[in-house]
């Protein structure tokens, strides 16, 4: 490690454990870019899940209002011939 000049240099020690210590458990820039990534691509994951549900239940509305559209004419037009 380099000595850092001026009045921070009396301060930093590299053997004291305290210092070894803190080292270890600040998250270097890289690690923290990592979990932000993996947390981001996550939501990402679960966003386009949900998506997919939406979309799925909605193309499921979708396709039994149109049978039971279909069934309701069917029947009417039944009744029409019946008159």
Request: glycine share 8%.
């Amino acid at each position: 490690m380099t000595s850092l000049p001026g009045p921070l240099a009396n301060q930093v020690s590299t053997s004291s454990a305290w210092g070894e210590s803190h080292r270890k458990a600040m998250a270097s820039p890289k690690r923290l870019a990592d979990i932000g990534y993996k947390v981001f691509s996550g939501s990402m994951m679960l966003l386009t899940l949900y998506g997919g549900y939406l979309c799925s239940i909605r193309a499921y509305r979708y396709f039994q209002r149109r049978e039971q559209l279909q069934l309701t004419a069917e029947n009417q037009s039944e009744d029409t011939l019946k008159d």
